[in-house]
């Protein structure tokens, strides 16, 4: 009898201890549910850096490294060319092919959380991130509408009501998508859902915002769009060229294929051949006017006498490098653009600064296993490789401009006025007028 019951007791605790580890099984696996996965399926799952198979096998007989180097190049210039055709397609197709850009930029980056979090049986999820990319863009673009275009909006009768009611139909529909966000929300997976809804507000505040950005600077003057654009361009081209042949000492762990001698060169090269660029652009008014919309013409013009800064301006040297020029028969005085002050200082931004947009670009990709954030550009990797720097020096350049370049114009003021309601409109026409007349500017009618 003492026998059978040790064995009938030996029977339940084996059963006991198993059941407690299942349920630490199921526990264990409840939790490992709800967390972010980051392993090498990542990289397959998003894409990587792969050149096509015919160009391949016609640099088969290269080293790695050079066949690299021809590919990156190859693809390089393919992209300025395309870059110049755009410009020449003018500012309406510069404004598409940002937006184009910046759709295909939080498509790789939040495709990288959809593979960290698995979200893949919560289809309404993904829908919900791209609702919140559109609701940001009517936000954005139609604060540039109202701003640049208010006299032709004012003109149809429907949308005078989206202009005046336009943060709240904004705020309405963020709100929309926050509501539908909490009524999404499954117990199993709360923590994962709740990672990926921060991913796609870090994503809306990393890519639309600056997009926006880069069409604010644009309506400054296609100048201030494309300089920018190419100080990054030059700097990461030279900064590899420079790297590649010269480079010796690793300039940060988060990117070891950076050298101290590539961005060293890459930064005087930078500042030399953004300064050349520019003495070219400014004497060309397709790039430095304006973009406004003339009511006489009814479309987008970019014509205008240019202003001071780009316009030459002799100016004074200290009289030590003055008597010097006075010995060797140099004039005194010194005729530049004045552009060139501002120039400078971007391109020493872009040089100096620009490039840590691509270190936490790196640093962004290591800590998720992955080379690129997609596949698109043979030799370069995905759409937002490249433009990591490009969203920083677009901010850069929108606070210099606010800063130390934007001052109102008549035709600006003009389209804020417009928005007015006639009575309003009335009572500022005779409040300048007195002031007009106050101040002898303008003569009381005989």
């Not at 997976?189 to 991913?199: E, G, H, I, K």
């Not at 397709?286 to 002799?314: D, G, H, N, W």
């Given at each position: 009898?003492?026998?059978?019951?040790?064995?009938?007791?030996?029977?339940?605790?084996?059963?006991?201890?198993?059941?407690?580890?299942?349920?630490?099984?199921?526990?264990?696996?409840?939790?490992?549910?709800?967390?972010?996965?980051?392993?090498?399926?990542?990289?397959?799952?998003?894409?990587?850096?792969?050149?096509?198979?015919?160009?391949?096998?016609?640099?088969?007989?290269?080293?790695?490294?050079?066949?690299?180097?021809?590919?990156?190049?190859?693809?390089?210039?393919?992209?300025?060319?395309?870059?110049?055709?755009?410009?020449?397609?003018?500012?309406?197709?510069?404004?598409?092919?940002?937006?184009?850009?910046?759709?295909?930029?939080?498509?790789?980056?939040?495709?990288i959380g959809y593979a960290v979090y698995k979200m893949d049986n919560l289809p309404w999820f993904r829908s919900l991130s791209w609702y919140f990319l559109v609701a940001s863009n009517y936000f954005f673009y139609g604060e540039s509408l109202v701003?640049?275009?208010?006299?032709?909006?004012?003109?149809?009768?429907?949308?005078?009501?989206?202009?005046?009611?336009?943060?709240?139909?904004?705020?309405?529909?963020?709100?929309?998508?926050?509501?539908?966000?909490?009524?999404?929300?499954?117990?199993?997976?709360?923590?994962?859902?709740?990672?990926?809804?921060?991913?796609?507000?870090?994503?809306?505040?990393?890519?639309?915002?600056?997009?926006?950005?880069?069409?604010?600077?644009?309506?400054?003057?296609?100048?201030?769009?494309?300089?920018?654009?190419?100080?990054?361009?030059?700097?990461?081209?030279?900064?590899?060229?420079?790297?590649?042949?010269?480079?010796?000492?690793?300039?940060?762990?988060?990117?070891?294929?950076?050298?101290?001698?590539?961005?060293?060169?890459?930064?005087?090269?930078?500042?030399?051949?953004?300064?050349?660029?520019?003495?070219?652009?400014?004497?060309?008014?397709?790039?430095?006017?304006?973009?406004?919309?003339?009511?006489?013409?009814?479309?987008?013009?970019?014509?205008?006498?240019?202003?001071?800064?780009?316009?030459?301006?002799?100016?004074?040297?200290?009289?030590?490098?003055?008597?010097?020029?006075?010995?060797?028969?140099?004039?005194?005085?010194?005729?530049?653009?004045?552009?060139?002050?501002?120039?400078?200082?971007?391109?020493?931004?872009?040089?100096?600064?620009?490039?840590?947009?691509?270190?936490?670009?790196?640093?962004?990709?290591?800590?998720?296993?992955?080379?690129?954030?997609?596949?698109?550009?043979?030799?370069?990797?995905?759409?937002?490789?490249?433009?990591?720097?490009?969203?920083?020096?677009?901010?850069?350049?929108?606070?210099?401009?606010?800063?130390?370049?934007?001052?109102?114009?008549?035709?600006?003021?003009?389209?804020?006025?417009?928005?007015?309601?006639?009575?309003?409109?009335?009572?500022?026409?005779?409040?300048?007028?007195?002031?007009?007349?106050?101040?002898?500017?303008?003569?009381?009618?005989?």
């Amino acid at each position: 009898m003492a026998e059978t019951e040790l064995r009938r007791r030996l029977v339940e605790e084996e059963k006991a201890s198993e059941s407690e580890g299942e349920k630490y099984m199921r526990v264990n696996e409840s939790e490992t549910d709800d967390k972010p996965t980051v392993n090498d399926d990542i990289a397959k799952t998003i894409g990587q850096d792969k050149p096509p198979d015919a160009l391949d096998q016609a640099l088969s007989g290269l080293p790695p490294r050079w066949k690299n180097w021809v590919i990156r190049g190859i693809f390089t210039w393919l992209m300025i060319g395309g870059f110049c055709l755009i410009i020449y397609g003018g500012p309406l197709a510069l404004m598409i092919t940002t937006f184009l850009v910046q759709v295909k930029c939080f498509a790789e980056i939040i495709n990288i959380g959809y593979a960290v979090y698995k979200m893949d049986n919560l289809p309404w999820f993904r829908s919900l991130s791209w609702y919140f990319l559109v609701a940001s863009n009517y936000f954005f673009y139609g604060e540039s509408l109202v701003e640049q275009f208010g006299v032709v909006i004012n003109r149809v009768d429907f949308l005078p009501f989206l202009v005046r009611y336009h943060r709240l139909i904004s705020f309405a529909m963020y709100i929309i998508g926050f509501v539908w966000f909490v009524l999404s929300l499954v117990k199993k997976y709360y923590l994962r859902q709740f990672s990926l809804f921060a991913w796609t507000h870090v994503a809306l505040l990393c890519v639309v915002t600056q997009s926006y950005l880069i069409v604010q600077n644009m309506f400054q003057g296609l100048i201030w769009f494309i300089i920018p654009i190419m100080m990054v361009i030059i700097n990461d081209v030279m900064a590899y060229v420079f790297g590649f042949f010269m480079g010796r000492t690793p300039l940060i762990k988060l990117s070891p294929k950076k050298t101290w001698e590539g961005f060293i060169g890459g930064g005087l090269a930078t500042v030399v051949m953004s300064l050349g660029l520019s003495y070219i652009m400014c004497q060309v008014p397709y790039f430095v006017c304006p973009i406004e919309y003339s009511t006489e013409l009814e479309r987008m013009t970019m014509s205008c006498e240019p202003s001071a800064l780009f316009r030459p301006q002799e100016y004074a040297l200290p009289q030590t490098i003055t008597t010097w020029r006075r010995i060797l028969y140099m004039k005194e005085t010194v005729t530049f653009y004045p552009f060139f002050i501002h120039c400078f200082f971007m391109s020493l931004f872009a040089s100096i600064i620009g490039p840590f947009g691509g270190f936490f670009a790196s640093g962004f990709k290591r800590a998720f296993k992955i080379k690129d954030f997609g596949d698109m550009i043979p030799g370069h990797g995905g759409i937002m490789d490249r433009f990591d720097c490009q969203f920083l020096m677009a901010t850069f350049v929108n606070v210099y401009i606010h800063s130390f370049i934007n001052i109102p114009t008549p035709g600006k003021l003009l389209q804020q006025v417009f928005m007015l309601r006639p009575d309003e409109q009335l009572e500022l026409f005779h409040s300048l007028e007195d002031s007009l007349l106050a101040r002898g500017i303008l003569q009381p009618p005989a």
